[in-house]
């Protein structure tokens, strides 16, 4: 069965370091892995998205994520932290055929000055 | 270029009663999904519509029900509503080609209903 995990539910950095938020994945075939990011009283917004192709995928205000099959992993990252990324992150997986999408639990983030 | 709207914004129903959400999808898009989003939850795909047809489903019982319209915009009905239903209910649309292209195409979603079932 599919299923997405990110095995950290809070995560808090000081504003200027370095962010990596972590996904795990289970699917059968060629995954499509997406990660979006919520704010409070915001809809989810595409932060960025892997269908093939380089692993390495860069997506808008400066992140940036990791396709790692061996590892079954999706791993986004940043280099340094704005306070404004404070949010609610979401990684997905989406199936090959188009029409079912699965979201982990999602990780917090909190951002301290 | 309108975004996705859905209304309403929020919602307080009672165990048993039946609810109707809507979502207006963006321009020029053809496919909605629909997820529901508990407390401190991801969001859990319910279905998706293309084209007026259900294109896909999650593990929802029927009771969860949705509609297409010609103009793409979109219902989502639950029947029978129960404690556990209260949640954020987003919908997404996205210009898809059916059953093989809708994840490849980028979701874009709405602000969301928030229903409560007391």
């Known amino acids: 069965a599919q299923s997405v995990t990110q095995p950290d539910i809070h995560i808090t950095v000081s504003e200027g370091a370095s962010l990596e938020l972590r996904c795990n994945y289970s699917y059968g075939a060629t995954p499509y892995l997406f990660w979006y990011v919520q704010s409070p009283g915001q809809g989810l917004q595409l932060l960025l998205k892997y269908f093939s192709g380089d692993t390495l995928v860069q997506g808008i205000k400066g992140f940036e994520a990791e396709f790692k099959r061996s590892q079954s992993s999706f791993n986004l990252r940043k280099p340094s932290v704005h306070w404004s990324d404070a949010a609610e992150y979401f990684c997905?997986?989406?199936?090959?055929?188009?029409?079912?999408?699965?979201f982990g639990t999602g990780t917090s983030l909190t951002v301290i000055p | 270029e309108t975004g996705v709207t859905q209304s309403p914004t929020h919602l307080i129903k009672t165990r048993g009663q039946q609810v109707t959400l809507r979502c207006s999808s963006q321009s020029g898009h053809n496919t909605v999904s629909w997820y529901q989003q508990a407390l401190g939850q991801g969001p859990q795909f319910i279905f998706q519509y293309y084209r007026e047809e259900e294109n896909g489903r999650g593990n929802f019982p029927p009771r969860f029900s949705g509609l297409q319209f010609p103009n793409y915009s979109s219902e989502l009905n639950v029947n029978a509503l129960e404690l556990d239903d209260s949640a954020l209910y987003l919908c997404?649309?996205?210009?898809?080609?059916?059953?093989?292209?809708?994840?490849?195409?980028?979701?874009?979603f709405g602000p969301g209903t928030r229903l409560t079932v007391l």
């Open positions: 997905a997986v989406g199936s090959n055929t188009g029409n079912q999408f699965y």
């Open positions: 997404a649309s996205s210009l898809g080609g059916g059953a093989r292209s809708s994840s490849y195409n980028e979701q874009f």
